[in-house]
């Protein structure tokens, strides 16, 4: 890290964001139950547990394009600016902070490692 000069996003990093400490808490918390492994409340039929998944096209739609925020449809969603498009939905009571926005834009952008 300490070689790259010139980005000054970049160096305020030390270590890129882990997806077992730092993203799966938020989406587990806040996602998982309408977008994960129980079929049952499982929403647009997408599922953001399984990487495989997450990363797929569904119906035009990629949650998760590594590398690539803006093409992201789950970073278009938790940053929407019509409470109708943001996820986490108003009805469900959660809310994303922005910190954890904020993560969740730095570990796509960082490639989802
Ligand atoms: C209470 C249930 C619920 C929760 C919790 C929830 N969602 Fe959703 N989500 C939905 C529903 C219902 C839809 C389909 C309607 C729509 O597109 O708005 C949807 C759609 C989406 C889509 C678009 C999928 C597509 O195929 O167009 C994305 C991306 C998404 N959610 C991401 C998230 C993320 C990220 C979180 C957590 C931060 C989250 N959702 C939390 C219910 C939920």
Redo the contacts with the bound molecule.
Sequence with gaps: MGLIVGHAAVMLWAEPVSYNREVRP??SN??????GPDEE?R????R?DVREAAVAE????R?IVPGDPGA???V???TAAHV??R???A??K?E?TAEEIAI?QRWIAEGCL
């Design positions: 938020i989406l806040n996602c998982f139950f309408c977008h409340t929403e647009a039929g997408m953001l569904n119906d035009g739609v949650a992201s449809a789950l278009q969603r938790v109708e498009d996820m986490p939905p009805g469900s959660k994303l969740l």
